[in-house]
């Protein structure tokens, strides 16, 4: 029986130890196999997925997804033409001035780092610059506010404005006015379909040899408007409030 017991307890740890040897040289394999599965699972996964790729290691991993809503960004917010100048700076009325309305147009008083002109009728406020309405102990009722540049080549002129209802302004091109208005009530172009009472509206000029051609929200206001072979930009001041912001010119 002792015998028998000796022989058991030999036999059983001569078997444990070829399974242990067994298994230390098949674990290896084992997690190779594992690790193959796993990294083939995750490559066929990403190549399936039309919006998700992944390459590099660490900080050099990227997703698709994230460039193509970049792309959309990009295409939403497209970067504004830097030939473009702007002649209202948000801030203040720099770059403009009153002229005399003598023949020579000089200029008599320029508002370089004013918010306001003397007479309150011109004032940058808020990224606007506002024509107020006329006040009979500041000043005469008709004055116009002018560029102190003066352009001679051809141009293209972009200005935004809002009209309080019935306002009467106008934009000068080289002298030569354009009138800007609550048109659908002041006129003269009473029948443009895109214009928005009391809210922004886009005026585009295309000057190239002297012929003006302009546009209100892409509808025409004017297909061939003469105007002078030199000259300043100008705005003016006639009835009621008068806001316009985002006034810029390219020179051609």
Known sequence: MKKDSQFSAKNYLKTRQTTLRQAVKSYPVKIMVLFFQLFSITFFVAAAKPGLKTTGTGNDSYSVNSLNDAKVSMNQEKPEDNSFISLFN?????????????????????????????????????????????????????????????????????????????????????????????????????????????????IEVVVKNNIAHCTCNGEILEEALQIPGTGSIGLEADRGRMDYRNIRIKEL
């Open 90 to 202: 948000c801030k203040d009325l720099s770059g403009w001035c009153y002229r005399s309305k003598s023949p020579g147009n000089n200029v008599f008083e320029s508002f370089e780092g004013k918010t306001e002109s003397t007479d309150s009728r011109y004032m940058a406020k808020d990224s606007m610059l506002t024509i107020n309405p006329w006040d009979e102990a500041k000043g005469p009722h008709w004055v116009n506010l002018w560029t102190l540049k003066e352009f001679t080549s051809d141009f293209i002129l972009t200005v935004e404005f809002r009209a309080s209802p019935n306002a009467d302004s106008g934009i000068f091109l080289r002298g030569k006015q354009l009138q800007c208005r609550d048109y659908l009530v002041a006129g003269p172009y009473k029948e443009l379909k895109n214009y928005q009472p009391q809210d922004w509206n886009k």
